[in-house]
């Protein structure tokens, strides 16, 4: 189908780099990204091809969370390479046999959008991974996540994942393991470690119980 090499893959975008500009042909007709969603958060995540077991039901997962994810700001946006007469053929047959209709986009890509963004590892095949971009409302991407074909994903965890970086974002602090449900700081954050040592030992002098250590402290907000 498309075959990427090693010059393919140099430049790929990393966490941290803008998204890189580009128009994309999608169930909803033809949007620009990342212009079209500036002011939004952005989820966009590929998965292998339409009219697949594991990924009707990533769809299902995705659009019953869609609610959700609009609640915090943000917007999902699906891809594979398959046509967009494919990709409405698969939403009218999840909707007709699964009671569940796709609200978001599907972008319908010939794979080089795939190809830019990294989602097709050659030792995986021609089709796209499970990949996962959370790009923030200036178009910056913030998280990748990649799963490969046989594993589903959690769509909890892109939802924990979005909410994390804007309470960060929000809050100036860092989020532990599985927040808010951290076993052991439950929804307790991160305070950022100083950033000299004047600052480090004052911290130590004045550590309460909040503090394990003047570089390992916490906070409710």
Not at 74 to 93: P, R, Y
Not at 140 to 158: H, M, T
Not at 189 to 196: E, K, L, Q
Not at 201 to 207: D, G, L, N, Y
């Amino acid at each position: 189908m498309c075959e990427n090499t090693e010059d393919d893959m140099v430049g790929l975008p990393l966490i941290g780099d803008r998204f890189p500009e580009m128009v994309v042909k999608t169930t909803h007709g033809t949007i620009e990204l990342p212009k079209d969603y500036a002011g939004k958060w952005m989820v966009l995540f590929s998965h292998p091809a339409d009219f697949t077991p594991v990924c009707t039901t990533e769809f299902i997962g995705f659009a019953k969370k869609n609610a959700e994810f609009e609640q915090m700001g943000a917007k999902l946006i699906g891809l594979s390479i398959d046509q967009v007469h494919s990709h409405i053929k698969w939403v009218e047959w999840i909707e007709e046999h699964m009671d569940v209709k796709i609200p978001f986009p599907i972008i319908a890509d010939t794979g080089n959008v795939a190809i830019q963004l990294g989602m097709i590892h050659p030792n995986k095949g021609s089709n796209t991974v499970r990949a996962v971009f959370i790009v923030d409302p200036v178009g910056v991407i913030r998280l990748i996540i990649y799963y490969p074909q046989e594993i589903g994903r959690s769509i909890d965890e892109v939802l924990r994942a979005v909410k994390a970086l804007q309470f960060a974002d929000k809050n100036h602090v860092s989020t532990p393991e599985n927040w808010p449900n951290n076993d052991f700081l439950k929804d307790r954050v991160i305070v950022p470690p100083p950033s000299d040592y004047k600052t480090a030992m004052e911290r130590k002098k004045s550590m309460g119980k909040d503090c394990y250590d003047w570089w390992f402290c916490t906070k409710k907000v």
